[in-house]
Each structure stands twice: as structure tokens, then as C-alpha cells.
């Protein structure tokens, strides 16, 4: 499915549409499908971002919350890390505000670690943006770490030492 989106990139809006009828577990294969799109070539969603960031914080079925948490964690990469031109202008401030207010919902609430996992990169990414998440992401880490499984304490270890 994902090649099918690949190679006829207006059949995101359709997939993204499915992935966002959030009560639907149909919705989490069209997160994966959107996941693996995103992995491969990350400027198909970039029309669809405004749709993409209004929605992603009414995501809850941790199946469909862990892509789409990988899909913000690509997309901060490539924004903070690689500094791809096209993701640093089609991304505005407020898509990064609405990335932010959902992986801090994911790092806090009931979730799978891989989905706080992406988000504490996301956030320690965002915060190179925003300066008040470093010390919000840190107090969160700290909080937590006593009552979290191995998987989070090793990358909530790794992220408070970037901190």
C-alpha cells in the first residue's frame, strides 16, 4: 500500500482521512501505511500538513499512535537535524506548536513506550526551538523514570543527558 502511495502521492488525502476516523482500528493500518510513506518520502504529506497536525492529537489507539509518532519524529529530524529546505518551509510555527502539544500528550499519558520514545526525540529536538520544553521534558523524565520499563529509562537516560 505504501508503494501504491508512493507512486500516486494524491491518494495521501485518502489514506489520511482513514487514519484520522480515530475510532476505527482500520485507522491504524492507514497510520502505518502514512509511516511508512513518510520514511520513504517525507514531502508527500507536506500538502497535507495543516490536516496532518489538526488531527494527530485526537489519535488514541496506541497501534495508530506509535506511526504517527514516528512521523513527527522524522519530521523534526529532518527540520532540526538535516535542515531540509523544503520540510523548514512547508513547517510554520504553528505546525510545530501542534507537533509539541501532541507529543507531550503521548510522553505523559498512557502510552506505549514507542510512542514516548519518538516523542522524547521530537521534544528534545523542538526544544532547540522553543526553550521552555527542555525544562518541561526534563521534570517529565525525572518524574517518571522511577516507574518506567527498561525501554523508556534507557532512552529517557539518553535524552536527559542531551538535555
Not at 7 to 11: A, E, I, R, T, V
Not at 56 to 79: Q, T
Not at 120 to 125: A, G, I, K, Q, Y
Not at 147 to 161: E, N, P, Q
Given at each position: ?5 508512493l ?5 495521501i ?29 517525507l ?10 497536525v489538526e488531527n ?29 529546505k ?22 505523559i499519558?498512557?502510552h ?5 520514545a ?9 526544544g ?5 520544553i527542555h ?8 518524574q ?20
Open positions: 500500500m505504501s508503494n501504491l502511495i507512486n500516486s502521492p494524491l491518494n488525502a485518502t489514506i489520511m482521512e482513514i487514519a484520522f476516523q480515530v475510532d476505527d482500528p482500520v485507522s491504524c493500518k492507514a497510520c502505518w501505511i502514512m509511516e511508512f510513506t513518510a520514511k520513504e518520502h514531502p508527500h504529506l507536506f500538502p497535507y500538513m495543516d490536516n496532518f494527530i492529537g485526537k489519535v488514541h489507539l496506541d497501534p495508530a499512535v506509535r506511526p504517527i509518532a514516528k512521523i513527527c519524529e522524522y519530521l523534526m529530524k529532518s527540520y532540526f537535524q538535516s535542515k531540509d523544503k520540510t523548514c518551509e512547508t513547517l510554520t510555527d504553528q505546525h510545530l506548536e501542534g507537533i509539541t502539544s501532541a507529543c507531550f500528550d503521548w510522553l499519558g498512557d506505549k513506550v514507542a510512542a514516548q519518538y516523542s522524547m526525540t521530537s521534544l528534545l529536538l523542538l532547540r526551538k522553543f526553550h521552555w525544562p518541561e521534558l526534563r521534570m517529565i523524565l525525572e517518571n523514570y522511577q516507574l518506567g520499563s527498561a525501554a523508556y529509562k534507557a532512552r529517557a537516560r539518553m535524552t536527559l543527558a542531551k538535555l
